[in-house]
């Protein structure tokens, strides 16, 4: 499809893109109850990628003495991000108004009713728009939480919640507006029409960047944030001098298990039905994990004589970040290669990199999610092609799979990421900062010495 095309009618068998306004008439859209059932038990799948997948995975990557702080962290800025979601998140993510945000139509979910009914991406079906609003809430929460990896182990508990309300109001839902709002497939009845359609999607849908299920909006977004309250706050007390080493690599593991598991939902249940690109999606997920979490292990065999159960995980999670955006688009053998690659990549960004520029990212948010999400998207542009095994393009108008250019299509790419990492490096910035002013970053460093959990929390995860 040519770019002006592509600008036109594109539009994506992507993940969350639609709106999940009210159909207006003339469409009589039907809700099928298995793509109901589907989209329940995939918002538990990435509820259980957070609580517990995401607290242990990290957990068991900080010292003892910090383990309930990370798990703390990570419970309730799943907590607080819900709360805000159905007070204006969802609203301002999710109805139309402008190319960055949406407007406050919806706030305190006002006029969603059981009968309200959402789009997925064929038309005349609907989910309703209940779970929809819960399933994209999961997204919203996991995205902060992501961030708090790398700079674990020093921030203040109270600043750390403040951080997530400035981020999640001002970053996340405008690039999640940007990326993943569009009017509908029932919306693209002519050229007419789909043109009209277009001018009210989001700014980088409207770019064309394809984000099946949030590698811009929630990788490369946390990934930014991440590296940059790294750098603000500083390298932990002892950074380069004292062992840092992870306290549990069995709960890590537990943990990213927890997280492959749940990927599924988040992944297969971006498609928002349950039929055959759900399938590929389920495939392109499973094979890509494989892939990295051998060619990460096989990396640090050669580079290092030993292959790490903590490598082995970490593979797994970059995977699953490189796949994410790409999972609804690609075929199973592009998903392999996407796969293979990003596991040597990540390791090198973990390794290599992280060494060679010295900051202290403490559980290599920037390295696996930043890295991995940022080439995952371009990979999707590339990989997406029909001759390359992927789906292509569709066009609402024509009602079929349009002609694919790939460099048109990793052109619109690169839109999405460099507006992800300016958006989110500016106002990640921004929000840090602000913070820091008014209740201060770090721990003092006594609290840091002693550890986060019996000072923060007045808990401690183990007594011997």
């Avoid at 006002?110 to 989910?127: C, D, H, L, R, Y």
């Avoid at 507006?177 to 569009?182: F, L, P």
């Avoid at 106002?427 to 209740?439: E, G, N």
Wanted: glycine share 12%; net charge negative; hydrophobic share 55%.
């Amino acid at each position: 499809m040519k770019k002006s095309n592509l600008s036109l009618t594109l539009i994506m068998l992507s993940a969350s893109l639609f709106s999940a306004t009210a159909w207006a008439e003339p469409a009589t859209p039907t809700i099928n109850k298995g793509d109901t059932a589907w989209m329940i038990v995939a918002t538990v799948l990435v509820i259980l990628m957070t609580i517990p997948g995401l607290a242990l995975f990290y957990g068991g990557m900080v010292r003892a003495k910090n383990m309930l702080s990370v798990l703390m962290q990570v419970f309730i800025i799943f907590a607080l991000v819900g709360v805000l979601w159905a007070l204006y998140g969802y609203s301002l993510a999710f109805t139309e108004g402008n190319a960055v945000y949406g407007g406050f139509t919806k706030a305190f979910l006002s006029g969603i009713t059981p009968e309200s009914m959402a789009a997925t991406f064929s038309k005349g079906v609907a989910v309703p728009e209940y779970i929809y609003v819960v399933f994209q809430m999961t997204f919203a929460a996991i995205t902060p939480a992501l961030i708090v990896g790398a700079f674990a182990e020093r921030a203040k508990f109270s600043a750390v919640l403040a951080f997530t309300v400035l981020w999640f109001s001002f970053c996340y839902l405008p690039i999640a507006h940007m990326v993943w709002y569009w009017a509908g497939p029932d919306a693209y009845t002519d050229a007419k029409a789909g043109e009209a359609a277009l001018a009210t999607a989001g700014f980088l849908f409207q770019k064309g960047a394809l984000d099946f299920a949030g590698g811009t909006v929630v990788h490369i977004n946390a990934g930014i944030a991440g590296i940059v309250g790294a750098l603000v706050i500083g390298k932990r007390m002892g950074y380069g001098r004292e062992s840092m080493k992870p306290h549990s690599v069995t709960m890590t593991m537990i943990g990213a298990s927890l997280l492959w598991v749940g990927w599924f939902g988040f992944n297969v249940g971006s498609n928002l039905e349950a039929n055959g690109l759900a399938a590929l999606v389920f495939v392109n997920t499973l094979f890509a994990t494989c892939a990295a979490t051998l060619s990460w292990t096989l990396a640090e065999w050669i580079g290092r004589g030993k292959p790490s159960m903590l490598g082995g995980a970490s593979g797994a999670v970059a995977g699953l970040v490189a796949i994410t955006p790409a999972c609804g688009f690609v075929g199973p053998m592009g998903s392999l290669i996407i796969g293979l690659i990003v596991g040597i990549l990540c390791f090198w960004a973990v390794t290599g990199l992280k060494h060679a520029l010295g900051y202290d990212d403490s559980l290599d948010v920037f390295g696996v999610h930043c890295i991995g999400g940022m080439f995952g998207a371009l990979a999707t542009g590339v990989f997406a092609s029909p001759a390359l095994g992927g789906t292509g393009v569709y066009d609402y108008v024509a009602n079929a799979v349009g002609e694919y250019d790939m460099l048109a299509q990793v052109t619109s790419q690169i839109w999405g990421v460099c507006t992800t990492v300016i958006w989110s490096g500016v106002v990640s910035f921004l929000a840090f900062k602000a913070v820091d002013m008014v209740i201060g970053l770090r721990v003092a460093e006594e609290v840091e010495r002693e550890g986060l959990d019996i000072n923060e929390h007045g808990e401690q995860a183990y007594h011997v």
